[in-house]
């Protein structure tokens, strides 16, 4: 059969149709005030070029006419002088808009700090202490500041709904204003190519208001709760999951991994790839490169019990 | 600047083996033989690099589907962009360039032969080399602009990125010994009266080409020469676990990698010139402006590489000076158009296959043209840059410009070449199934662009419209692949048929058309003094010839 169809991903959660053209931040108000003006440039150009092509050939096709016409140099002038006005005013909006939507960031202090690894995200508040992955709470109707880097290859920060894109880059600090308009799930993904797994490296930005941003700020600074009823809490230690993962509170104190502290409160797993569920959490721990092939997770080859046990565990985190 | 036409170049060349087939391939020096292999090469490698696009094609049709593995698809979509540019457009245009150049300047060979026929084999052998990786333990797997540190043994341990860059540097020695020899003859075997006034624009474009290689060529060079030491000899330029620059590669690859834009259109505008001229009777609207605005491509080109590079962080000043040089670069390229169209008007225009590719070119590169001008505009390239728009953009620009060339040559020459002539019945068919199915194909990937799917991914969610445009965008993939088959048969039949009595279909203007189709070994027995640009236009028309 030619096409296989993915009957293992179809656990994966819905996501909405987010399209560039919707601009959910000031900055892509700004640059989708240029976009349009440039559709609108491009289209009358390619219109004048198919009228003109199309009634030179309906005019002169197998045209019997002896002598030829030449046209007259003086068309040239015009040719030159109309694109090289349209460039002009193009590049003045050009310069205009991106010094108003990325103006500059020195003796700023970022709001959030955003690592790209391969292939998942995590970001780091330095308010707060909290640290997440892959689904990154921001405050609307504010201008906030984030710190872009990269713990590998480079990778690029891009929501559309939000407007521009940035590399991020190793070895680089780069930086992104963003001025979210109103609270909802905005969708994004990684747009720089960097490797196996590029294609499920999807990233959400879960916009609150002031308040709801502080209350989910204050929930996510406090350690993982005391779990010590769950077998799993045991395991995960010394089955050696915490060399590589954090829970805040716990002996678990890797970084290499995601941060797994409050990791029942998120909705997908592995970079928006799955439900945040038990039976996919399970699934995952039991034979990763089954799911993601090509990701940093090794296969520790438990049994089904240990796995099951981990699992409830970290789906109780919440 | 005096031209000579050297007459005795062959007898200093060595004996061909005209009786034995391979050994005559493999021998030659005779440039029609040898463009002739640089097109026979294209063509194989055109093959492969369509065939690595159905299978990536048949992998994005579906959501979530798992007909490739992603290393799988990864290696395949590099090696399509790898084979495309360097093994199937360079060799395409330079093997025209090669076989037409001495014959449109009134000379009987290059200026260096056994040169021209090292160039050819170090292009071929380099592609060779890049697919032996399949062989070896895996293809190349980042990319076709290869980013560093993914090009790192860390990030890519396969072997792959080792033949990348042996199989491109081969090539690149082959593409800038081709680009002296054609420099040298242009500049020294012209027929007596041929001033660089009265070149042919075909000419002109692949005298500025020779020296755009030269220039770009030894960016790419180093940057690979530098990526082998830091793969094999632990050298740590681009490896920045060890404190090298992630940033010195784009740097270097598109230094390169720009120019290498318009070394692919270069050609193409020439022989969009030398089509729009022929099929629509009539001299070029412009010819001072078409050859002048080249030579400020040419050097424009050299200064606007960070457009690449606006995703990148480096600045807003930094970003508007190259916005500002892309968008100017823009004005040369795009006039261009309108020099085309006011060749054809108040011409008689004739439909046949060849100019069908060229009108349809006028529209297709004036799509990929202007969203070209979109991304010299950093807001919207912060948006749209490595999205399926930028996918959208560069085909219509390959392929709506170089390809369609490639298609307008090949039906406009092919008498030349062989002395038979296309089916037109079955070129129209090929015309229409091949636009059709680009058009299918590319144009809606521009929307996919701007619903925020990014480029390079071996497979996507369901997200609504998603599996409807990539649907209907395979579907076109593989109207091309049957336009394509319609071709190659064509080009079959034609070969099996009769050779033509008429040595001058298409009442062309330019010298190669004084020749025989196909020409003897010795292209040209006497040759007349050259005083226009028409010169065969004027042998034909004494009472009505040319001034200029």
Not at chain 2, 302 to 323: C, E, I, K, P, R
């Amino acid at each position: 059969m030619l096409f296989v169809w993915g009957n293992l991903l179809k656990v994966s959660p819905d996501i909405p149709l987010q399209s560039v053209l919707q601009s959910s931040s000031q900055q892509a108000e700004e640059i989708n005030r240029v976009t349009n003006y440039f559709f609108i440039a491009a289209g009358f150009i390619l219109l004048v070029v198919a009228v003109l092509t199309a009634y030179v050939l309906y005019k002169f096709r197998d045209n019997k006419k002896q002598i030829p016409k030449p046209l007259s140099s003086k068309w040239e002038i015009a040719m030159i002088g109309i694109p090289t006005l349209l460039v002009a005013i193009f590049l003045y909006l050009n310069i205009k808009t991106i010094n108003l939507v990325e103006p500059d960031h020195k003796n700023e202090t970022p709001d959030v700090i955003i690592t790209a690894h391969q292939w998942w995200w995590e970001a780091s508040y330095p308010s707060s202490n909290v640290i997440t992955a892959n689904e990154i709470h921001l405050p609307v109707k504010k201008k906030i500041l984030l710190k872009l880097l990269a713990a590998d290859v480079i990778h690029d920060w891009w929501i559309p709904q939000f407007g521009n894109k940035m590399d991020m880059v190793p070895n680089q600090e780069n930086f992104l204003w963003i001025n979210i308009k109103k609270p909802g799930e905005y969708y994004g993904v990684c747009s720089e190519f960097c490797g196996a797994q590029h294609t499920h490296m999807r990233l959400k930005v879960v916009a609150q208001s002031e308040e709801d941003y502080q209350n989910w700020l204050l929930q996510h600074q406090q350690p993982a709760m005391n779990a010590a009823s769950f077998g799993g809490a045991q395991l995960f230690i010394s089955k050696t999951c915490g060399n590589c993962h954090r829970i805040n509170g716990t002996a678990a104190r890797g970084t290499v991994g995601p941060d797994l502290t409050h990791l029942g409160s998120r909705q997908t797993l592995l970079a928006g790839l799955l439900e945040n569920n038990i039976q996919n959490l399970e699934n995952w721990i039991k034979d990763p490169q089954q799911i993601k092939p090509g990701a940093y997770m090794p296969d520790f080859h438990l049994d089904d019990s240990t796995v099951k046990s981990i699992a409830v565990y970290l789906n109780s985190l919440k | 600047m005096k031209a000579i036409l050297l007459d005795n170049i062959e007898h200093d060349l060595p004996v061909v083996h005209t009786d034995k087939k391979i050994l005559y391939w493999l021998s030659t020096v005779d440039h029609k033989a040898i463009g002739k292999l640089y097109m026979l090469a294209a063509l194989l490698f055109f093959i492969i690099g369509g065939i690595e696009a159905l299978l990536m094609r048949t992998q994005l049709a579906v959501a979530n589907n798992h007909f490739l593995p992603p290393d799988a698809y990864n290696q395949i979509f590099t090696m399509h962009g790898v084979t495309m540019i360097f093994f199937v457009m360079m060799p395409a245009l330079l093997g025209l360039t090669v076989y037409l150049v001495p014959l449109m300047i009134g000379a009987n060979e290059m200026a260096f032969p056994r040169l021209n026929a090292f160039s050819f084999w170090m292009t071929f052998f380099g592609g060779l080399l890049l697919y032996f990786s399949f062989a070896a333990g895996g293809a190349p797997n980042a990319g076709w602009f290869n980013y560093a540190p993914l090009n790192q043994n860390n990030y890519s341990n396969s072997p792959g990125i080792n033949y990348y860059a042996m199989g491109l540097l081969l090539g690149g020695i082959g593409s800038v010994t081709t680009a002296i020899n054609i420099i040298v003859t242009i500049l020294k075997l012209r027929v007596k009266g041929m001033t660089l006034k009265r070149l042919p624009l075909f000419v002109w474009m692949a005298l500025v080409n020779g020296f755009l290689i030269i220039a770009a060529m030894p960016s790419l060079n180093a940057a690979l020469s530098m990526l082998l030491l830091d793969r094999l000899m632990e050298a740590h330029f681009f490896n920045t676990d060890a404190g090298g620059s992630a940033l010195l590669w784009q740097h270097l690859f598109w230094m390169f990698g720009h120019p290498e834009v318009y070394i692919l259109i270069l050609p193409a505008f020439g022989i969009y010139s030398e089509v729009f001229q022929v099929f629509s009777q009539k001299k070029i609207f412009g010819y001072v402006f078409v050859a002048a605005s080249t030579v400020a491509i040419g050097l424009l080109s050299f200064g606007v590489w960070v457009h690449h590079m606006f995703a990148a962080g480096l600045g807003n000043t930094v970003d508007s000076f190259f916005a500002a040089s892309s968008m100017l670069i823009g004005v040369p390229t795009g006039v261009k158009i309108f020099n085309w169209i006011g060749t054809m008007y108040g011409g008689k225009i004739r439909l046949t296959t060849s100019m069908m590719f060229a009108v349809a070119f006028l529209i297709e590169f004036t799509i990929g043209g202007l969203s070209g001008i979109g991304f010299s505009i950093v807001p919207i390239d912060w948006q749209l840059t490595d999205s399926y728009f930028v996918v959208a953009h560069l085909h219509y620009v390959f392929v709506g410009g170089s390809l369609f060339s490639v298609f307008a040559a090949l039906f406009y020459w092919f008498p030349k070449i062989t002395g038979r002539q296309l089916n037109e019945r079955s070129g129209k068919w090929f015309f229409w199934l091949f636009v059709i199915g680009f058009n299918l194909t590319f144009f809606l990937q521009h929307f996919l662009g701007l619903m925020g799917m990014p480029r390079r991914v071996y497979t996507y969610q369901d997200i609504p419209y998603y599996t409807l445009l990539n649907l209907l965008s395979s579907a076109g993939a593989y109207l091309m692949a049957a336009a394509a088959i319609v071709l190659m048969y064509n080009i079959y039949k034609t070969m099996k048929g009769e050779v033509m009595e008429n040595k001058d279909p298409w009442n062309a203007f330019t010298l190669e058309w004084y020749a025989d189709s196909p020409p003897g070994e010795k292209n040209f027995v006497d040759i007349p003094v050259v005083s226009s640009r028409r010169p065969f236009y004027d042998l034909k028309n004494p009472h009505n010839r040319d001034y200029d």
